[in-house]
T-cell receptor, first 114, second 112 residues
């Protein structure tokens, strides 16, 4: 099925461990995004990539790095996980063209940092 | 004050009722999105609109740019409509990249 695929769906880490969340889309979208969702708060943008080869910080980038490996793939890395990074993470993509920017979301990745 | 406010936060209704969820925003926007988050966690885009009204099946979204307000209506509600409905607005300076500001959502429960 066409869409956004993100892995893993669940992960438990200890403080200080590192991990990478993977995201891939097969819709030939230009723009990709990483959001985190915390209880009682709206989705918040961590990083985004407007096109292949470019990345930019969002609202809450501290403690994260990203790589836009190619047009399809956009990964999110936690170098040294902290309990404050316990959250549900969503990858999303959009065409990145004015007037055609409906977002398509992945299924989410639930991360717990102990 | 948040840039995007939704009301109510929680809504419980009987099957068949007409549902209205409201979204108010305080900034200039290029477009407003309505999203649905299923109980299992997945998020689906329902509408993106910048003026007027859009309809898809039993769902209707309206926006009043002058009043900075949007509503999502569900006609003949059904238990499968139970979900969290999220409003989000896009900054006109970033139109094309869709860096959205999200509301905290309205949790809708439809009782059979």
């Amino acid at each position: 099925n066409a869409g956004v695929t993100q892995t893993p769906k669940f992960q438990v880490l200890k403080t200080g461990q590192s991990m990478t969340l993977q995201c891939a889309q097969d819709m030939n979208h230009n723009s990709m995004y990483w959001y985190r969702q915390d209880p009682g708060m709206g989705l918040r943008l961590i990083y985004y990539s407007a096109s292949e080869g470019t990345t930019d910080k969002g609202e809450v980038p501290n403690g994260y790095n990203v790589s836009r490996l190619n047009k399809r793939e956009f990964s999110l890395r936690l170098e040294s996980a902290a309990p404050s990074q316990t959250s549900v993470y969503f990858c999303a993509s959009s065409a990145g063209v004015a007037g055609a920017n409906v977002l398509t979301f992945g299924a989410g990745s639930r991360l717990t940092v102990l | 004050k948040n840039e995007v406010e939704q009301s109510p936060q929680n809504l419980t209704a009987q099957e068949g009722e007409f549902i209205t969820i409201n979204c108010s925003y305080s900034v200039g926007i290029s477009a407003l999105h309505w999203l649905q988050q299923h109980p299992g966690g997945g998020i689906v885009s329902l509408f993106m609109l910048s003026s007027g009204k859009k309809k898809h099946g039993r769902l209707i979204a309206t926006i009043n740019i002058q009043e900075k307000h949007s509503s999502l209506h569900i006609t003949a509600s059904h238990p499968r409509d139970s979900a969290v409905y999220i409003c989000a607005v896009s900054n006109p300076l970033n139109f094309g990249n869709e860096k959205l500001t999200f509301g905290t959502g309205t949790r809708l429960t439809i009782i059979p």
